[in-house]
């Protein structure tokens, strides 16, 4: 807990969450308070096991992306930690308005990205891999994996192109603890993030229409160039 909030005030720091907080339309404004974009106001509880770290990096892109109207109406933030394991959960749902978490759970990564880890990601049509960034969720359909959520990258070159792929959320079969457990790695998509189908329509409910999606991993340019980031 002491760990998390020197952390956050650290990286993030209320006054610079302020800043960015201070031009934000009054509806936004209203919805959600400055000080929910600063970690260290967040209770351990709430924010489970992501690194604290990846947790402030998802909150400062949430607060940008917001604060320049790129996801004015979002009321939730999952966040995607591609340096864990697919075998471990790796995935949080947090309501922004409550400063709660929502879920905790596994999540896919592409084929091209790698086995157990993730180490590679693309941007490319027909890479099988996944893509990192910030992601605005859009509306739902029922495709050949039953209801599904589709995304919109918000990072030019580096997720640009997810609906053009048909990088989704939707249910798998091969996400589930015993077949990680057994082989040693999750199943694995062409890129998109899949969850498990007992709780794929709960998820997908909550975090549809606007809502934010932060998929992270250790990339230099990325975290350099990122226009949320830098």
């Known amino acids: 807990m002491t760990n998390t909030r020197l952390f956050g005030a650290r990286v993030l720091g209320l006054a610079v969450v302020l800043a960015l907080l201070s031009s934000l339309p009054a509806s936004a404004a209203a919805a959600l308070e400055a000080s929910t974009f600063d970690a260290g106001t967040w209770s351990g509880e709430a924010v489970g096991d992501v690194n604290?770290?990846?947790?402030?990096?998802?909150?400062k892109?949430?607060?940008?992306?917001i604060q320049r109207g790129d996801a004015s109406g979002a009321?939730?933030?999952?966040v995607i930690d591609y340096s864990r394991p697919s075998t471990v959960r790796r995935m949080w749902v947090?309501?922004?308005?409550?400063r709660s978490l929502l879920f905790e759970e596994?999540?896919?990564?592409?084929?091209?990205?790698?086995?157990t880890m993730a180490t590679s990601f693309s941007?490319?049509?027909e890479s099988n891999r996944s893509s990192l960034g910030l992601y605005r969720t859009a509306?739902?359909?029922?495709?050949?994996?039953?209801?599904?959520?589709?995304?919109?990258?918000?990072?030019?070159?580096?997720n640009d192109k997810a609906r053009e792929r048909a990088i989704v959320m939707h249910a798998a079969d091969y996400v589930n603890e015993a077949a990680a457990k057994k082989q040693g790695y999750l199943g694995r998509s062409l890129g998109c993030p899949a969850v498990r189908p007992e709780v794929a329509k709960k998820v997908i409910d909550v975090v549809k229409g606007g809502d934010l999606i932060f998929a992270y991993y250790?990339?230099?340019?990325?975290?350099?160039?990122?226009?949320?980031?830098g």
């Open 52 to 59: 604290p770290k990846v947790f402030a990096l998802a909150l």
């Open 61 to 65: 892109a949430a607060a940008t992306a």
């Open 75 to 78: 009321e939730t933030l999952t």
């Open 94 to 98: 947090y309501d922004l308005r409550s």
């Open 106 to 115: 596994l999540v896919s990564h592409g084929r091209g990205s790698g086995v």
């Open 123 to 125: 941007n490319l049509p």
């Open 139 to 158: 509306e739902t359909y029922s495709g050949k994996h039953g209801y599904s959520l589709r995304l919109d990258g918000l990072e030019p070159g580096i």
């Open 218 to 229: 250790p990339d230099p340019q990325w975290l350099r160039t990122s226009k949320y980031l």
